[in-house]
């Protein structure tokens, strides 16, 4: 067996520690061998519904250790596995459905009404549930003893696909292969040192790349334990930190404040931290120095879906006298910069495009050959979208998104998105969606709304137009209104220059 598989390194694992503690959920601790027998059950219950190699199996509701199940059970059949945000609108749930070909579709109970609603219009064969009865869904419960043979898959067979917003206004199908995941693992685990003794509490979604790929996928193929929330609670997690004697979190910086925010915060025992894994955004001094003083190492990072999360990496002990620097490139893969026509710069100081180039790199966008090729150069490079310079000793700092991209509370935001369901509204006549500072979120989306001629438009009923059709954190928090928006001379809209004059509004 290629022991890059995802199916094969958790099976190993499962044969070399049997006994020790692999997944808990809701109070109820798993270990390997009993981690490993589930996968094998649902494995050969998915079999039993037609799926078979090279299948795409589409998974939508909140983390459980059900997620993780299916996600081996799934590869361990040389089929794709497709996480679904369960944010998504109804509209955005077809699109990937369909764009992905699904032919399968594991839900849990509480998002069985959603594909139910649009179920008609999907192409969708076999539809699976693990808890409640639901006409025409197959349930599978506790089954025994169920087993198929694992296929033996290559290193570059596409292990899952997971979908990021697009630029255009549709999200894109990032394809992670088995080689991909692997090398993210063992990138992380010399990063950051996971191993079989570490603790992780997972409660960012799964369904993310964050989620599933910085902490939970390296811990588990580390023969370390895993605790895995609904959802993120700040108080819950605190307890859960002092119940299980946690090692590491992965959090962003919104996470991190709603943490110190608990007033059980400072009498809480968290002596059993040994890290906490940040991104999505730079960590202020200001919280970076609070879980400081309370013995707590901070690690940075930045990475993308499209790079098996983490490219570069910050160590605990540079986060101050660096701060604001997402490090230098993991030990697995390469990061350079180049101008905007392209040529390598290595100029301290000097912007330019960030490139990574390694065996976590994707190999391309589900059916989007030209989106593909857009984004790799020769000799293997990936162009990331993002911008960043480098300081005098080596250290990367982001300073801007090629793409506009916003990231609110952890989640990215592509402005274009946006745009394009805001134009459907009978009172707009022109939008631009920026991005602005947000002491709570990072971020937040802001619609800059250019109004038809006698309307007129408020914040609470745009949002409400726009529920149908966007995720609500893709919804603006802010609508300035104004008589035009500013272009330049080829009529493209200077988003710099809203940004700035927003600024000015509110302050």
């Not at 929330?229 to 959090?251: G, K, M, P, Q, W």
């Not at 499209?306 to 490219?311: D, F, K, L, P, W």
């Not at 570069?312 to 893969?333: H, I, Q, V, W, Y």
């Not at 000793?393 to 793409?403: A, E, Q």
């Amino acid at each position: 067996m290629n022991p890059l598989g995802l199916a094969t390194w958790l099976s190993a694992r499962a044969q070399r520690d049997p006994h020790k503690p692999a997944l808990t959920f809701e109070n109820e601790t798993w270990k390997y061998a009993e981690l490993q027998r589930r996968v094998e059950e649902q494995a050969a219950f998915l079999a039993s519904t037609g799926v078979s190699v090279g299948d795409r199996v589409a998974y939508l509701g909140m983390n459980h250790s059900n997620f993780l199940v299916a996600l081996f059970a799934v590869n361990r059949l040389g089929a794709t596995f497709v996480p679904l945000n369960y944010r998504l609108a109804d509209d955005e749930l077809t699109y990937i459905l369909d764009d992905a070909g699904a032919t399968a579709l594991i839900a849990d109970g509480q998002h069985v009404p959603i594909i139910d609603r649009i179920r008609g219009s999907l192409a969708v064969q076999s539809y699976l549930t693990f808890d409640g009865e639901f006409d025409g869904w197959l349930q599978h419960g506790p089954a025994e003893g169920g087993s198929v043979p694992e296929v033996e898959v290559s290193p570059d067979d596409v292990a899952a696909i997971l979908y990021t917003s697009g630029t255009t206004g549709r999200p894109k199908g990032s394809i992670l292969t088995h080689r991909n995941i692997w090398t993210g693992n063992v990138n992380w685990m010399l990063a950051v040192n996971y191993h079989g003794e570490h603790i992780a509490l997972t409660s960012a979604p799964l369904f993310h790349s964050g989620g599933l790929c910085v902490m939970t996928l390296p811990v588990l193929m580390a023969g370390g334990h895993v605790i895995i929330h609904e959802r993120f609670d700040a108080d819950r997690v605190l307890a859960d930190v002092e119940t299980y004697r946690v090692t590491s979190l992965f959090l962003v910086p919104t996470m991190m404040l709603y943490l110190t925010q608990e007033a059980t915060f400072d009498s809480a025992d968290l002596s059993s931290l040994q890290i906490i894994v940040a991104g999505a955004a730079p960590v202020p001094k200001h919280l970076l120095e609070l879980f400081g003083s309370r013995g707590i190492p901070v690690s940075q990072c930045w990475g993308m879906t499209e790079t098996s999360t983490g490219a570069t990496f910050l160590g605990t002990e540079r986060a101050l006298d660096k701060l604001g620097s997402c490090g230098t490139p993991g030990m697995l893969n390469e990061v350079k910069l180049i101008d905007f026509d392209g040529n390598d710069l290595n100029t301290p100081g000097v912007p330019g495009e960030l490139c990574v180039r390694g065996d976590t790199v994707t190999p391309g966008y589900w059916n989007l050959p030209d989106a593909t090729a857009a984004a790799q150069l020769d000799g293997g490079w990936f162009k990331t979208g993002d911008v960043a310079y480098q300081d005098s000793d080596g250290f990367y700092f982001i300073c801007d998104r090629l793409k506009d991209l916003i990231i609110s509370g952890g989640e990215n935001v592509y402005p274009a998105e946006v745009e394009s369901a805001i134009y459907t509204h009978s009172a707009v006549a022109e939008v631009a969606v920026i991005g602005m500072p947000d002491p709570e979120w990072g971020e937040r989306v802001a619609a800059v709304v250019v109004p038809k001629q006698g309307a007129t438009i408020e914040l609470d009923e745009l949002r409400e137009f726009l529920g149908g059709a966007l995720a609500r954190y893709k919804l603006p928090r802010e609508l300035v209104v104004v008589d035009e928006l500013p272009r330049n001379t080829t009529g493209k809209i200077m988003k710099h220059v809203l940004r700035k004059d927003v600024g000015a509004i509110r302050s």
